[in-house]
């Protein structure tokens, strides 16, 4: 069986290809040039395991032995390569344009001639997460009202605290939360004092007061 490390770390993937794709559709947008895996909170093994162990076990039955001993058998050995097998490998049954054979066609290929198996995967099962990741952004209260958009467009110039939490997408000490918060309050009080402003705008303002209330310090927004 593969160790846990490398499980954790491909389902990781798995479930982050498919959060990206969820928060997406509610009109998120994560940070150019950086990889999402970084940007999406990772989940607890406890919560991988009822997902990604049943499916390597599918996986096995479908091929007609297990999943490692392929992969041991094609000479992917080490837990780097054998977690970038398997997120590919993974990521290539939910429709992601990315295949085990992208990078491991030769070891994927001799595996599967020296265990006498073909490449019989349970695709329909692959996308296993996505339902979960749902629910995670509805568990979450995300409705598609991106708050650091909103602290983008109420920030009080490049040397305010709001602007710094935008920018960083994070509270940086528990002064820096005060500081944002206060921003915040004169937000929704020049907007009282403005009527003529969209409606909808205190409403994205008091999500953005509530997130910044209960969030860590140092804890990232993984969306935009």
């Known amino acids: 069986m593969f160790s846990d490390a ?3 770390r491909a389902a990781h993937v798995a479930y982050c290809s498919v959060f990206a794709d969820e928060a997406e559709e509610r009109e ?4 150019g040039g950086q990889d999402v895996c970084g940007c999406i909170p990772p989940l607890a093994p406890a919560e991988h395991d009822p997902i990604i162990r049943p499916l390597l076990a599918k996986i096995g039955t479908a091929l007609g032995t ?4 392929v992969f041991i058998a094609g000479g992917i050995l080490s837990e780097e ?3 970038d097998a398997l997120g590919d490998l993974l990521l290539g049954g939910q429709g992601h344009g990315v295949s085990i054979t992208d990078n491991y066609r030769a070891q994927w290929q001799k595996g599967c001639r020296a265990c006498g198996v073909k490449d ?5 099962d692959m996308d296993a997460y996505r339902e979960f990741a749902a629910d995670k952004l509805d568990a979450a209260g995300y409705d ?3 708050i650091i958009e909103t602290a983008f467009s109420w920030h009080g110039g490049q040397d305010s605290a709001l602007y710094a939490f935008a920018s960083t997408r994070q509270v940086q000490s528990e ?16 907007h009282d004092n403005n009527p ?6 205190v409403a994205k303002l008091r999500r953005l007061d509530a997130a910044v209330k209960s969030a860590g310090i140092g804890e990232q927004f993984f969306y935009l």
């Open 6 to 8: 490398v499980i954790y």
């Open 28 to 31: 998120a947008n994560f940070p």
């Open 66 to 69: 297990p999943l490692d001993k």
């Open 81 to 83: 390569d054998q977690t």
């Open 120 to 124: 019989r995967l349970p695709y329909d």
């Open 144 to 146: 598609g009202e991106p």
């Open 175 to 190: 002064e820096h939360r005060a500081a944002v918060l206060a921003e915040i309050d004169a937000a929704i009080a020049w």
């Open 196 to 201: 003529e402003q969209e409606p909808g705008d």
